[in-house]
């Protein structure tokens, strides 16, 4: 067995993985105490979590994402711009149209591409999932109702949850300032509310305008991120849905930008952002 993986640490707007391929190694069975290794960001690599990218015959490639926790989600809207700029860049695909594959399902990605290197990447986030059973929350009565702007309330604070999945859960809530006190005391408290079984990402939103947010997230296994792409997907359906916001957003993260647009005819949301590889490297494995 190998001494040491190949990894490539990237980001997306902030939000950084390690990003391991399955294609030049064979990587480890057990992926998640790879990734709660990996991660750390003072013994290991540092990130939000692993990313690793596998062959597959669906697809030009699969991804499977790890929190920094271990635990396993079925989407990262960043890590997959990331994957599609990985598979283009290191040779596994040179098409400018990608497919991948995850766990919330296949998803086509269009590549900018600029001096042979992928620099921004649109990806068709497909269709949001609104009816409670889908996300899964019990937050409301009716299982298979949306649920819009329901009141919550955590620690005294009354606020207003409107739940989105985007392959993974969302609870959107709009507020005058996203405080440190909401994003790292409330979000905590609302993604291991038992109220949603599966846990839950948290937004925490400021409107600016009509076409413009400023996001803070609290994600599921990885607490603050500096950017959430489904979350940002999230965000603009729950603009739509609460009435704060257009079907075209450009959406301000700790960590950059992203542009999304949410379509009236597919009924898909669209997500265009940057991915950027920061350096690669050697992990070594026990001996």
């Not at 600029?114 to 609104?130: A, F, I, Y």
């Not at 809530?173 to 909401?182: M, N």
Request: aromatic share 6%; glycine share 10%; net charge negative.
């Amino acid at each position: 067995m190998a001494k040491s993986l190949q990894f490539t640490k990237m980001h997306g707007a902030g939000n950084d993985y390690v990003y391991m391929s399955g294609f030049s190694q064979t990587l480890p069975l057990d992926l998640p105490s790879l990734a709660t290794q990996v991660s750390d960001r003072r013994f290991g690599i540092g990130g939000d979590g692993l990313i690793a990218i596998l062959p597959t015959d669906k697809a030009d490639a699969r991804m499977r994402m790890f929190n920094a926790d271990g635990s396993e989600s079925e989407m990262c809207g960043n890590g997959i711009r990331c994957v599609a700029k990985y598979v283009y860049d290191h040779g596994i695909a040179k098409n400018k149209s990608l497919k991948i594959e995850t766990g919330a399902g296949i998803l086509s990605l269009e590549l900018t591409v600029e001096n042979g290197l992928v620099s921004q990447v649109t990806v068709d986030m497909g269709e949001p999932r609104l009816n409670a059973e889908q996300i899964p929350t019990t937050l409301g009565a009716n299982p298979q109702a949306n649920v819009v702007s329901h009141p919550i309330e955590v620690l005294g604070h009354r606020l207003f949850a409107t739940c989105v999945s985007m392959g993974n859960p969302h609870c959107v809530i709009f507020v005058p300032e996203a405080t440190d006190e909401l994003v790292l005391t409330v979000g905590p408290l609302i993604e291991r509310d038992d109220r949603f079984p599966k846990r839950t990402n948290v937004e925490f939103v400021e409107v600016l305008a009509r076409g413009e947010v400023r996001q803070r997230t609290w994600e599921r296994g990885s607490g603050e991120t500096w950017a959430c792409g489904t979350g940002a997907s999230a965000v603009c359906v729950a603009g739509v849905l609460t009435g704060n916001t257009d079907r075209h957003i450009l959406n301000n993260l700790l960590g950059g930008q992203l542009r999304l647009h949410w379509d009236e005819t597919s009924n898909h949301v669209f997500m265009t952002g940057p991915a950027v590889e920061v350096f690669s490297g050697l992990w070594p494995l026990p001996s």
